[in-house]
């Protein structure tokens, strides 16, 4: 029933669900990993689980993989349920696990030519090797590649079978900022590509740059999910607007304007408010009342996912 | 295609892939041969032309398939364990199961590439050991040299198999192989037949796959006065036996 119920409505946002989870429940003997998880992933978009170690999002997305068996709870991974379609959704999905080698003699060329060799409708070679960009290291030995070349491989063998769906577990985990950010540019090639990609990490800059959406798992429950934008904004974390303190507010002939609690450090006033359209509308009032001019150096900084993360994740944990 | 030509494919495949990483490593590869080809030397340089005490039988034609059902189980059961225990340490199975490739299909297709291998080692032992030593096979025996090597690498390569499994790491994989296949091949008589051991040992000795696979082999070489069915039944028990016991404790990480 409630099959019917939704497919209308999917088919009038004209976006197919890709992972949809509803009350997903896992327990490991006594202990309970997961208490009711519900989010949905949609088709074509970067979907990020973020959550603190232990939070379950390991459990989580093991379960989508059709690699452990939940305890409740609907699942549907491109339509089928994960625990009894496993052989058929490893056709359609391709997963970069974090920790995982390469057989020791294999040459990259060769290795994912064998990996093609275990789909039924592979890419072919040369649009995965341009993909991770290394055309021109076909012939190089595994063991000879560099951390980032390795993980691009990684990519590589994950697209071999030309997925709908990918898994991509902490994938610059330990890298130097160059790495992170080609491997950063081989994942939005996955996007342009149209591929659905589930992402796990503990970077929040990541997140931010590459997720459509997110969800933070905390307690084996979503505590929130949306666009990284709305997540910020539940989360609560003010806007912060700054700016060069002009003379006569630093000496004291000016007052604050009343409505907003400005602070001033030095050179620098600061104020944090939580919503910066109507702020920035008192503060230009006031300068225009006062005189004081341009106002140097206005920066409004809006909360990062960081900030909202971490307000959201302390705030349930201390 | 059916779902077993496709396996059957996968398995090709997979089989011709690993035998092309065995022979890209030299080095593995040289040892994996030097060791049962420099025993045959060794061995046959010592005894070659004897009679075995008290009976009318070449020494060669003992110690050929002696060292035939050795290079066996070094091939299947020592390299095809710490090959396993090496991939899984590095989270090869791992990926490998990431992928819609059947088990089945990617684990004989590691087995067809370790009969590969046993059977270039064991036709370089058998012509080294016609050529230097004389000891040719009976016409009538290459059935149970043939249906002994077949057997002989299923049973010791899902030995091997379980090997891995049993061992904590992959760097004790090969410790572990040599430390359990090396007593009973002394005990078994590989590496001299006139090796005496205590009778209830010799009975426990028979029971185990080692002396089973020379036995057939050396019968496949001269007929000697031992019951041929017994240690077929041996072997094929272990076979068996040892197989369930491979797909059952088989992990992939």
């Not at chain 1, 659905?196 to 740059?209: G, N, P, Q, W």
């Not at chain 1, 001033?264 to 005189?291: D, F, I, S």
């Not at chain 2, 032992?125 to 040719?136: E, K, R």
């Not at chain 2, 091949?185 to 205590?198: R, Y």
Request: neutral net charge; contains cysteine; charged residues 20%.
């Amino acid at each position: 029933m409630t099959q019917l119920m939704a497919m209308p409505e999917h088919a009038a946002t004209a976006e197919p669900l890709a992972i949809e989870v509803s009350g997903l429940t896992m327990s490991y003997g006594s202990r309970q990993v997961l208490r009711g998880v519900d989010f949905e992933v949609r088709s074509g978009e970067v979907f990020c689980l973020l959550g603190p170690n232990g939070a379950g999002k390991t459990t989580t997305v093991e379960i989508l993989e059709g690699f452990r068996q939940r305890t409740g709870g609907d699942v549907r991974v491109l339509g089928v349920d994960p625990a009894d379609q496993r052989a058929r959704l490893r056709e359609r999905i391709g997963i970069v696990l974090q920790e995982c080698g390469f057989p020791r003699q294999a040459r990259v060329a060769e290795l994912i030519d064998i990996w093609r060799a275990y789909y039924s409708a592979p890419r072919p070679l040369e649009e995965l090797l341009a993909l991770v960009e290394l055309t021109a290291d076909r012939a190089c030995q595994v063991r000879r590649l560099s951390g980032g070349q390795r993980r691009r491989l990684d990519f590589a063998l994950a697209l071999a079978g030309d997925p709908d769906l990918m898994f991509l577990d902490e994938p610059t985990t330990g890298f130097d900022p160059e790495s992170r950010r080609r491997c950063w540019a081989a994942i939005e090639n996955l996007r342009s590509l149209g591929k659905t990609i589930v992402l796990t990490t503990h970077y929040l800059d990541e997140a931010e740059r590459l997720a459509d959406r997110v969800a933070i798992l905390q307690d084996g429950r979503v505590q929130t999910a949306g666009s990284v934008r709305q997540v910020a904004r539940e989360a609560g974390v003010p806007t912060t607007i700054s700016f060069t303190a002009p003379k006569r507010l630093r000496s004291g002939d000016v007052a604050a304007p009343g409505c907003l609690e400005v602070e001033v450090l030095g050179e620098v006033a600061r104020c944090r408010v939580p919503n910066a359209a109507v702020a920035l509308r008192e503060l230009l009032a006031w300068t225009a009342a006062h005189g004081l001019g341009d106002l140097d150096d206005l920066r409004v900084e809006t909360p990062t996912l960081e900030d909202a993360y971490l307000r959201l994740v302390d705030g349930r944990s201390r | 295609m059916t779902t077993l030509g496709r396996h059957v494919r996968l398995s090709v495949r997979q089989a011709l892939h690993e035998q092309r990483s065995f022979w890209r490593s030299a080095e593995y590869a040289l040892f994996t041969f030097a060791l049962p080809l420099a025993l045959l030397l060794l061995i046959g340089s010592t005894t070659a032309g004897g009679f075995l005490p008290g009976t009318h039988v070449k020494a060669q034609m003992i110690f050929v398939p002696s060292i035939l059902a050795f290079g066996v189980i070094v091939a299947a059961y020592v390299n095809l364990g710490a090959k396993i225990a090496t991939l899984r340490h590095d989270g090869v199975l791992k990926r490998i199961r990431t992928t819609p490739l059947p088990a089945g299909a990617y684990l004989s297709g590691v087995l067809g590439s370790t009969a590969a291998t046993t059977l270039a080692i064991t036709a370089c032992t058998a012509v080294i050991g016609w050529v230097a030593f004389g000891a040719v096979p009976r016409a009538a025996g290459l059935a149970e040299i043939g249906g002994g090597l077949a057997l002989g690498v299923v049973c010791f390569g899902s030995l091997g198999l379980v090997l891995s499994s049993v061992a904590r790491s992959a760097e004790s994989a090969s410790p572990l192989a040599n430390a359990t296949y090396l007593p009973v091949a002394i005990m078994s008589g590989i590496f001299d037949p006139t090796f005496s051991v205590p009778r209830w040992l010799s009975a426990a000795i028979g029971l185990l796959p080692v002396r089973a696979l020379a036995q057939i082999l050396q019968q496949g070489y001269t007929p000697v006065e031992h019951a041929p069915a017994s240690d077929l039944l041996v072997l094929a028990g272990w076979a068996v036996g040892g197989g369930a016991l491979a797909v059952w404790r088989f992990r992939w990480q």
